[in-house]
């Protein structure tokens, strides 16, 4: 039997807010999933403890820390356990 791995295929990106899979985008430029189109992400600190603002870049959001500036869109989630 011939099966195929898929490595590295992580398109499909999860709804910050419920985990489920993200279709749409909110007024951000977010992924989140239907139901959270109209829910933003707020109040989100970096691992220092300050805000961070989100930003949108080429390649889609990220965050920016006056601390630490730019941080990834992927471990601004993180370091507030939304991924
Ligand atoms: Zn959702
Ligand atoms: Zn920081």
Known sequence: MYRKKIYGRSKESKCPFCD???SAMNNQ???VCQRH???ELKNLKCMC???LD???GKWGPYFR???CGN???KKGLE???LL
């Open 49 to 51: 403890g300050e805000p």
């Open 29 to 31: 430029g977010i992924l």
């Open 65 to 67: 820390c006056i601390n």
């Open 54 to 56: 989100i930003m949108q």
């Open 20 to 22: 489920s899979t993200a």
């Open 71 to 73: 941080i990834s869109y």
């Open 79 to 81: 370091a507030n356990s």
């Open 37 to 39: 189109i109209k829910d």
